[in-house]
DNA sequence: CGGCCGATCCACT
DNA sequence: GTGGATCGGCCGA
């Protein structure tokens, strides 16, 4: 584990705005991810990420420069949220990258709650969680009360935001391989666009302060 | 405008 | 390991 500091460096356009959206769904791991809404805060550690690489990619809702109504907003600059629904049910969270007009996005699959443990508790109903209840890309947006009718929103405001903890995954605990659910993207199913922590449950119980 | 289906999860067995 | 839940987007008629 790595050392923490004591205060965190929200993450600028310049974050987002890089157009290798495999490198930053990588960079992710160990990021925080903030929730504010109505006032109700909720963070955690960025334990698992897809990159969904725009337009050449078969997996991706923008493949071929597709546009619809949803899918605007991928086609932003990089630093918005683009959040559906999925299954009727499950709202997915991805962070939109890249410069204006390139459709890149990255889906945020795993935290570890690492603030506002209480709204979580609430949210999930239940008092003790672990990795288990907040890895998945549904149950990320439970517990940190992630909607998807809050897609668009910009993550350079005190709504949504990604702070930089100075948490480094040393690379051989980061575990790559294909994305989930995507066997409709014929080759690029294959792509090793998936990253995840090897040990997530070491981030358990984790509490880092807001900046 | 009707119908199909998905970047999922959970409660079963 | 399997099936049901549940609904907006998208495509084709």
Same mark, same amino acid.
């Given at each position: 584990?790595?050392?923490? =500091?004591?205060?965190g460096?929200?993450l600028?356009?310049?974050?987002?705005t890089?157009p290798?959206v495999?490198?930053?769904a990588r960079a992710?791991?160990?990021?925080i991810?903030?929730?504010?809404?109505?006032?109700?805060l909720s963070?955690?550690i960025?334990?698992e990420?897809?990159?969904?690489?725009?337009?050449?990619d078969r997996?991706?809702?923008?493949?071929?420069? @597709?546009?619809?109504?949803?899918?605007?907003v991928m086609y932003?600059? $990089?630093g918005?949220a683009?959040?559906?629904?999925c299954y $009727?049910i499950h709202?997915? *969270?991805?962070?939109v990258?890249?410069?204006?007009?390139? &459709?890149?996005?990255?889906?945020?699959r795993g935290?570890?709650i690492a $603030? $506002?443990?209480?709204?979580?508790?609430?949210r999930?109903? @239940?008092?003790?969680?672990?990795?288990k209840?907040?890895?998945g890309?549904?149950r990320? =947006?439970?517990?940190l009360?992630?909607?998807h009718?809050?897609?668009?929103?910009?993550?350079?405001g005190?709504e949504?935001?990604l702070?930089?903890h100075?948490?480094v995954?040393?690379?051989?605990?980061i575990l790559t391989?294909p994305r989930?659910?995507?066997d409709?993207?014929?080759d690029d199913?294959a792509l090793?666009y998936r *990253?995840?922590v090897d040990? &997530?449950?070491l981030f358990e119980?984790q509490i880092?302060?807001k900046?």
């Amino acid at each position: 584990m790595e050392r923490l =500091t004591i205060t965190g460096q929200k993450l600028g356009s310049g974050f987002y705005t890089d157009p290798d959206v495999v490198g930053i769904a990588r960079a992710l791991l160990g990021k925080i991810l903030w929730c504010n809404m109505d006032g109700v805060l909720s963070g955690g550690i960025i334990t698992e990420t897809e990159a969904y690489a725009g337009a050449e990619d078969r997996a991706s809702h923008a493949w071929g420069n @597709r546009r619809s109504g949803r899918t605007e907003v991928m086609y932003r600059e $990089g630093g918005c949220a683009y959040i559906y629904l999925c299954y $009727g049910i499950h709202s997915l *969270f991805n962070v939109v990258t890249g410069r204006e007009g390139l &459709p890149h996005a990255v889906l945020i699959r795993g935290v570890e709650i690492a $603030g $506002g443990h209480e709204n979580v508790q609430k949210r999930l109903g @239940r008092k003790i969680f672990q990795t288990k209840d907040t890895t998945g890309p549904g149950r990320v =947006t439970r517990a940190l009360g992630l909607h998807h009718s809050m897609t668009g929103t910009s993550l350079l405001g005190e709504e949504i935001w990604l702070e930089d903890h100075g948490i480094v995954i040393p690379e051989h605990q980061i575990l790559t391989g294909p994305r989930i659910g995507v066997d409709y993207a014929g080759d690029d199913a294959a792509l090793p666009y998936r *990253f995840r922590v090897d040990n &997530p449950e070491l981030f358990e119980n984790q509490i880092i302060k807001k900046k």
